[in-house]
């Protein structure tokens, strides 16, 4: 993505600038590199620079400013985590949780990821010809390459008129580029934040989170249904996905309080009979662990040998039940009742979720979203099941959305519409981010390298000889490191996660 600054040895030599639009475009294929120049637009682009030059100065100036620090700021977070990536010693890099080696990649995330990439490379290219015809510069041609299997563009510059510019001219073209993407980051988290706004005439936000789809695969599969809306996870109101990840995924052996169910004595001395029946001591099929809360006010029924058993318990009946021991201080069962909270091993937990049904027929129109603990008898469209097992595994077998809608209608295109526009618009902002995050890096080939080049002019005290002496040094230090850290991030990913 960086702009050509190499004088061309041999070659046709360049056409007068005065006829830019005369040339046609040019494919040219080889084994290990090609490309695809465009001439189209440069007399439209010099034309739209050369009229709004003033302004776009000054915008590309901010630009200058931002690439520069950028560059510094990454060059030295490059060294900290490369070292980190020799020694060992070194905290997680910033892509660590961007990638999954259990993530899979679906056609829609591809589609998605090659379109936002366009996007992405088409605005960085785009600043660069402006802030090039801002300065007065012709360009070129505009050139879409294939290098090995490594996608680009770049935008080519006459090189002895960009040797003409002063130090601040050029760095306001390479940083150009750069500040694009960081503009359309901050675009796309924008209209993220104002999403709900703009969707609100037509969904509701943050009233539980609507299945879309619920893969064969998914330990959910015979529970929820698309179309359903799923309200709380363990007696938590989730509102968006975020909310989902972190309830499934969080740390329970840091939970001060357990949450515990009002279960009748009856049951428990029942489910004894049936685990005393079984030889290896587990619990039967469709049966799950309990314990006692040491909480409980039935003091009758709290013994020692009981407090200390394992009591089997049928857990789809048990959830129904009232809560108890969410304070830690007082049960609140009856006489007959004992508080019990569920056994968790390692890898394994209890997940209970309710969700409704609003979209059935047989619940008539659309219901409003419940309170945190649905009364089943209150609305017969909500549900509750409990999960057991790896919650951190079914939290990505779900494909949700946090928008409602509001009209029946249509409702399999209706509700996917926001979810494929927050998902188009999360990954323009991933990409373009790592795209403006590559490109400030002092290496080989990339804008950070002209931008560390033209840095360099504003060491006067430094010769000729010697700024190109340390622009190679920095360069082969930054490539290398750059390489050391990417080895890193692979490592990690795909050997000890």
């Given at each position: ?12 030599p360049?056409l ?23 001439y189209a637009f ?14 776009l ?23 900290w ?18 990638f ?16 936002s ?62 500040w ?14 104002c ?30 249904s ?41 049951w ?42 394992k ?26 009742e004992?508080?019990?909270t ?20 047989s ?32 939290a990505?077998?779900l494909r949700?959305?946090p ?22 618009i ?6 373009s ?18 931008i ?5 002019c ?10 190109q ?18 080895i890193r ?9």
């Open positions: 993505m960086a702009i050509c600054r190499s004088r061309r040895r041999g070659g046709r360049l007068p600038s005065s006829i830019p639009f005369l040339r046609s475009n040019h494919l040219s294929l080889s084994l290990w590199y090609s490309d695809f120049k465009i440069n007399y439209v682009l010099f034309r739209f620079g050369s009229a709004h030059s003033r302004f100065k000054v915008w590309f100036s901010f630009g200058a400013c931002f690439g520069v620090i950028a560059l510094l700021i990454l060059s030295v977070m490059l060294m985590y490369s070292w980190g990536a020799i020694s060992f010693k070194g905290g997680p890099f910033w892509f660590d949780n961007f999954s080696p259990g993530r899979s990649i679906s056609f829609l995330d591809f589609a998605l990821l090659i379109l990439t366009l996007l992405s490379i088409a605005f960085h290219e785009f600043g660069h010809a402006i802030a090039a015809a801002s300065e007065g510069l012709q360009i070129e041609y505009i050139a879409i390459f294939l290098a090995v299997l490594f996608p680009g563009a770049l935008v080519a510059l006459n090189p002895s008129s960009l040797e003409n510019l002063s130090p601040f001219s050029s760095l306001r073209i390479y940083c150009a580029g750069i694009h993407n960081i503009v359309l980051c901050l675009g796309c988290a924008l209209t993220i934040l999403l709900p706004l703009l969707l609100c005439p037509l969904y509701t936000h943050g009233e539980g989170l609507v299945v879309l789809n619920v893969p064969k695969y998914s330990s959910l599969y015979s529970h929820v698309p179309h359903d809306v799923i309200l709380t996870v363990d007696g938590l109101r989730v509102t968006s996905t975020d909310d989902w990840f972190k309830i499934l995924t969080r740390d329970k052996s840091q939970n001060i309080h357990k949450k515990g169910y009002c279960v009748p004595i009856s428990v001395e029942a489910g004894d009979i049936l685990m005393a029946g079984n030889s290896n001591g587990e619990c039967a099929q469709d049966f799950s662990p309990f314990r006692t809360l040491s909480c409980t006010n039935s003091s009758h029924f709290m013994s020692d040998k009981m407090d200390s058993l009591h089997c318990l049928i857990a789809k009946d048990v959830v129904r039940l009232r809560n108890c021991g969410d304070t830690g201080e007082y049960c609140a069962c009856s006489e007959e004992v508080c019990m569920p056994i968790e091993h390692p890898g394994m937990s209890w997940v209970e979720i309710s969700y409704e049904s609003p979209y059935r027929s619940c008539g129109q659309l219901t409003p979203g419940l309170d945190p603990n649905p009364n089943q008898d209150q609305n017969p469209c909500s549900q509750s099941f409990v999960y057991i097992g790896d919650a951190s595994f079914v990505q077998s949700l959305s928008y409602k809608p509001r009209l029946g209608l249509f409702l399999s295109l209706s509700m996917y519409i926001p979810y494929l526009m927050e998902k188009a999360h990954s323009a902002f991933h990409v981010l790592a795209l403006a995050v590559v490109n400030c890096l002092p290496v080989y080939l990339l804008d950070g390298a002209s560390l080049e033209t840095v360099l504003y060491f006067t005290q430094l010769t000729h000889r010697e700024k002496i340390t622009l190679r040094i920095c360069l082969l230090v930054g490539t290398s490191m750059s390489i050391i850290t990417c991030v692979l490592y990690a990913l795909y050997f000890i996660s």
